[in-house]
């Protein structure tokens, strides 16, 4: 038997359509989508690569356990809140991995096209309320959203590290490359700058990150 379509289910349930019950149910149906777009990260374990929802449980997790890392005034509801949300566009944009340069032309548009669909399929002032969310999260301008992009960065971190050089070691990817990747933290969680540099020069002496290449003179 095939599953029916998200809209054909809701409608199944005896639900009114186009209410708000089932706005908000078609959506969730369209956010379950993201377990089956792939990262390039893998687990800690190395066994697999993580899934977008996966990365997003991890890092509001992360939010949750790292507020005491929080710069001063961060609203931690709004912060979790964010995370959830701030990657649901790769269900149609896809997982675009960040030391890709040719596969991030482009990407801001096609993101802004999927954020227009599904945050359009809710009711609008909850529409309004989500989008605004993850629209904040990429701007990054926020103190809320300069912490979230933080521990965005810092989760794949971790997640290289502690599993032995992962997407590092298989991608070639260069201590400035890395650098370069985790310097929101710098400003968004500057207490775990510290240990950021650390995990680098240890993920660099172990081998799994490649050194950068001579200056040119």
């Not at 801001?108 to 945050?119: I, K, M, P």
């Not at 809710?122 to 300069?146: G, H, K, M, N, V």
Request: proline share 5%; charged share 25%; net charge negative.
């Amino acid at each position: 038997m095939t599953a029916p379509a998200a809209s054909d289910a809701v409608a199944a349930a005896g639900v009114d359509a186009e209410g708000p019950l089932a706005r908000r149910i078609r959506f969730a149906l369209e956010a379950d989508r993201l377990k089956a777009v792939l990262r390039r990260t893998r687990l800690v374990d190395g066994s697999r690569l993580e899934n977008s929802a996966e990365h997003s449980w991890h890092v509001a997790l992360l939010a949750v356990l790292l507020q005491d890392a929080a710069p001063a005034g961060v609203d931690h509801a709004r912060v979790l809140r964010m995370l959830l949300v701030h990657d649901l566009v790769e269900v149609d944009a896809g997982d675009t991995f960040c030391y890709d340069a040719d596969a991030n032309r482009g990407r801001e548009d096609r993101e802004q096209v999927a954020a227009a669909r599904l945050f359009g399929i809710l009711p609008a002032e909850q529409a309004r309320e989500l989008a605004a969310l993850w629209e904040e999260f990429e701007a990054a301008e926020s103190t809320d959203a300069r912490f979230a992009a933080a521990l965005d960065r810092f989760q794949p971190l971790l997640q290289n590290f502690y599993g032995g050089g992962g997407s590092w070691r298989e991608h070639g990817i260069t201590r400035a490359q890395v650098l370069r990747r985790m310097d929101p933290i710098r400003e968004g969680a500057p207490a775990l700058w510290p240990l950021v540099l650390d995990v680098v020069d240890r993920a660099c002496q172990a081998g799994w990150i490649a050194p950068d290449a001579p200056a040119t003179p």
